[in-house]
């Protein structure tokens, strides 16, 4: 899409994403194309682009462009996967996932959340993304397996269900840790055995709790 932002997406993929070790072209593609502006609230339009997480309704957040690139590679997508994401928000990585994967199921438990989010996504035609509104946690059993999980918002221990879901090969990224601080983790199914899990730490991190049966009492 051209638009008066795409420098400003060009300049944030070369000085935040590229120079802090990203390098699958292509999510660096998709974050080139992406118009994060869609995605964040009016008065904030012109800080899109900026090297932070900022606000959006109900006290939830965008996340910073850098965690958004860094949990799509993480996810080792090639185009053929399906992909569950708990956590839409602004929806701006379930449209970031929407071109890298073939299917994206998104889950949010803010209903208000989830009707903007399908509203930017419709406006891309984004219609690969199924969005769901309920308890993440949960996962979305009818669709499963997934090749890929992500949770964007932070988990108080690894939600087993979302284990069960995951394919085998599969990979899960989330932020698990206390509510103030997480370790962004990134485990990868090796058997049937749900328990026979790869577990890669990719840094400390800090994301909105993670609400809902198996995540933080609200
Ligand atoms: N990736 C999003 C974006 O680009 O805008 C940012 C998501 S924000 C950091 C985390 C989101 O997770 C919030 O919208 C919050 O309402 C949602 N959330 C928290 N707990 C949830 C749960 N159990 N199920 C689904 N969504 C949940």
Not at 6 to 23: E, F, L, N
Not at 83 to 88: A, F, K, M, W
Not at 91 to 102: M, V
Request: glycine fraction near 8%; proline fraction near 4%.
């Amino acid at each position: 899409m051209t638009d008066r932002f795409q420098k400003q997406r060009i300049r944030m993929v070369d000085t935040q994403i590229r120079v802090r070790g990203v390098s699958d072209q292509r999510v660096l593609t998709a974050m080139e194309k992406i118009p994060r502006h869609l995605f964040v609230d009016e008065g904030l339009i012109d800080q899109a682009y900026n090297d932070n997480p900022l606000p959006i309704e109900r006290q939830q957040t965008i996340s910073q462009p850098y965690i958004v690139a860094l949990m799509s590679e993480a996810l080792a997508l090639t185009g053929r996967e399906k992909v569950l994401e708990i956590g839409t928000g602004s929806g701006y990585q379930t449209a970031i996932l929407a071109e890298l994967a073939e299917r994206v199921f998104s889950i949010e438990r803010i209903a208000a959340l989830a009707t903007g989010a399908r509203r930017v996504l419709d406006v891309l035609n984004d219609y690969n993304v199924a969005i769901r509104v309920g308890d993440g946690t949960y996962g979305w059993r009818e669709e499963s397996p997934f090749e890929a999980i992500v949770v964007t918002a932070g988990a108080p221990r690894i939600p087993k269900l979302l284990i069960e879901q995951l394919a085998v090969g599969g990979r899960l990224v989330l932020p698990v840790g206390s509510r103030n601080s997480q370790a962004l983790l990134k485990l990868t199914r090796l058997s049937e055995d749900p328990e026979d899990l790869k577990q890669e730490d990719l840094g400390g991190c800090r994301f909105v709790d993670l609400i809902g049966e198996h995540g933080w009492a609200n």
